[in-house]
């Protein structure tokens, strides 16, 4: 438990030097990949806004990559399990810090809903309120960026609208 907290202390404490690194984009890929369990190299990643909330999605970019598509389905159905109990600590292990919105998030009504899709799977985020639906648009927008810092979270995410 100390070992914990000692961890996730060092890791707020340096989230702002972490954000200006040259090197972020490729640490958060780094850490992402640890913490996912697959490769961000052999998969793809979309955090899309919608009118109620938003989706995490990730699939496998070779359909016939079984294991990949293990990988995906398990992490998903523990980030819906983590989110609907109000656990954010995966994304802080992946970023050094909290994304944005999730201050909102833990204190909302939110659903978090596990889908298989074809290569993949993704999170479906529904929110009860406006700003329930800001903070998981500010959380998406947050991830697009970290994920994708060649696009700004004020363009069209990968596979729908913002």
């Given amino acids: 438990m100390n070992a914990i907290i000692l961890t996730l202390t060092l890791m707020l404490l340096t989230a702002d030097t972490m954000k200006n690194c040259p090197m972020h984009a490729k640490h958060v890929a780094e850490r992402g990949d640890q913490v996912m369990g697959f490769s961000h190299d052999k998969t793809t990643h979309a955090f899309r806004a919608l009118d109620d909330g938003g989706v995490i999605e990730a699939r496998a970019v070779d359909a016939k990559d079984a294991e990949s ?3 995906i389905r398990a992490h ?3 980030i819906a399990k983590d989110f609907t109990a109000g656990n954010f600590e995966k994304p802080l292990e992946i970023h050094g810090r ?3 919105g999730t201050d909102v998030m833990l204190k909302s009504a939110i659903d978090y809903k596990y889908e298989e899709i074809e290569s993949g799977a993704r999170v479906r985020i529904v929110a009860k309120d406006a700003r329930a639906i800001a903070a ?3 959380f998406l927008d947050f991830q697009n960026v970290e994920h994708h810092p ?3 979270a004020g363009h069209a995410h990968p596979g729908g609208e913002k």
């Fill in 69 to 71: 598509i293990a990988a």
């Fill in 76 to 78: 998903m159905k523990i």
């Fill in 98 to 100: 909290l994304p944005d």
């Fill in 136 to 138: 998981v648009h500010a």
């Fill in 150 to 152: 060649e696009r700004d």
